[in-house]
């Protein structure tokens, strides 16, 4: 949002006597007097007029979760145990999720309540790859390693899928890298050389690689080291 509408709407000033008080210098973002009525503010910049906080700053977080198996990836369910409730934190209402997992998945979940970083991360422009580690019920066919890297095609979506890698680890286990998330894309494209899923585990997100030390169930806040690689 734009400062002058921030300070617009604070206590009906509206945008001209915002504009005023805004080039006197008697706002500060963050502790800084900003004389810019287009100033970008987001949720997270503590907002001051003269000695009053127009915004209190919001904590941002960005948080890696273990995902263990038979729990939702949703913020609210009202038969299932959901990621949230595995967050042990004052502000975990204003979570949500990077990247669901299916129910029956596991492995690495991102969590945030910055909506600015989890859409640079799904966009699907974006193309982040994510890394999978899969079990299926039949010998994988041989040309399935072709048939991922050529795209398939997904209704209802009416889409090609982007080009996934398949690496083939025993003729029942591989890793499949893919750089987009459509709704059960690994269990469709399985399902399309006629094997079923059952096992996945997410392994990694761009650079970004689950914790060994991170068991199933357990989440910590990434480090500004982390939140680069991703
Ligand atoms: N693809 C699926 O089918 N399920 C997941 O949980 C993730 C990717």
Same mark, same amino acid.
């Given at each position: 949002?734009?400062?002058? #509408?921030?300070?617009?709407?604070?206590?009906?000033?509206? #945008?001209?006597?915002?504009?005023?008080?805004?080039?006197? %210098?008697?706002?500060?973002?963050?502790?800084?007097?900003?004389?810019?009525?287009?100033?970008?503010?987001?949720?997270?910049?503590?907002?001051?007029?003269?000695?009053?906080?127009?915004?209190?700053?919001? #904590?941002?977080?960005?948080?890696?979760?273990?995902?263990?198996?038979?729990?939702? +990836?949703?913020?609210?369910?009202?038969?299932?145990?959901?990621?949230?409730?595995? &967050?042990?934190?004052?502000?975990?209402?204003?979570?949500?999720?990077?990247?669901?997992?299916?129910?029956?998945?596991?492995?690495?979940?991102?969590?945030?309540?910055?909506?600015?970083?989890?859409?640079?991360?799904?966009?699907? %422009?974006?193309?982040?790859?994510?890394?999978?580690?899969?079990?299926?019920?039949?010998?994988?066919?041989?040309?399935?390693?072709?048939?991922?890297?050529?795209?398939?095609?997904?209704?209802?979506?009416?889409? &090609?899928?982007?080009?996934?890698?398949?690496?083939?680890? +025993?003729? #029942?286990?591989?890793?499949?890298?893919?750089?987009?998330?459509?709704?059960?894309?690994?269990?469709?494209?399985?399902?399309?050389?006629?094997?079923?899923?059952?096992?996945?585990?997410?392994?990694?997100?761009?650079?970004? +690689?689950?914790?060994?030390?991170?068991?199933?169930?357990?989440?910590?806040?990434?480090?500004?080291?982390?939140?680069?690689?991703?």
């Amino acid at each position: 949002m734009k400062l002058d #509408r921030l300070i617009a709407k604070h206590g009906f000033l509206g #945008r001209a006597e915002a504009h005023r008080r805004i080039t006197a %210098g008697r706002v500060r973002v963050d502790g800084r007097v900003v004389m810019d009525n287009q100033h970008e503010v987001d949720r997270f910049m503590q907002v001051e007029m003269d000695e009053e906080i127009v915004q209190q700053a919001r #904590r941002a977080l960005y948080l890696m979760l273990h995902k263990p198996a038979g729990v939702v +990836s949703a913020t609210r369910d009202a038969e299932h145990v959901t990621v949230i409730d595995l &967050i042990h934190d004052p502000d975990r209402g204003s979570l949500h999720i990077a990247g669901r997992l299916d129910r029956a998945s596991t492995g690495l979940l991102l969590l945030t309540n910055d909506g600015r970083w989890s859409k640079r991360l799904m966009d699907a %422009g974006s193309k982040v790859p994510k890394t999978y580690l899969v079990e299926v019920d039949a010998d994988i066919p041989p040309d399935a390693v072709e048939r991922f890297a050529a795209g398939m095609e997904f209704q209802p979506e009416g889409i &090609i899928t982007l080009p996934a890698e398949l690496i083939l680890l +025993s003729p #029942r286990q591989a890793r499949v890298v893919l750089h987009e998330g459509r709704h059960h894309q690994i269990k469709r494209m399985f399902g399309r050389v006629g094997c079923l899923v059952t096992s996945l585990h997410r392994e990694s997100i761009g650079g970004l +690689s689950l914790p060994d030390d991170l068991a199933p169930g357990m989440w910590r806040a990434l480090t500004t080291a982390e939140m680069a690689q991703v």
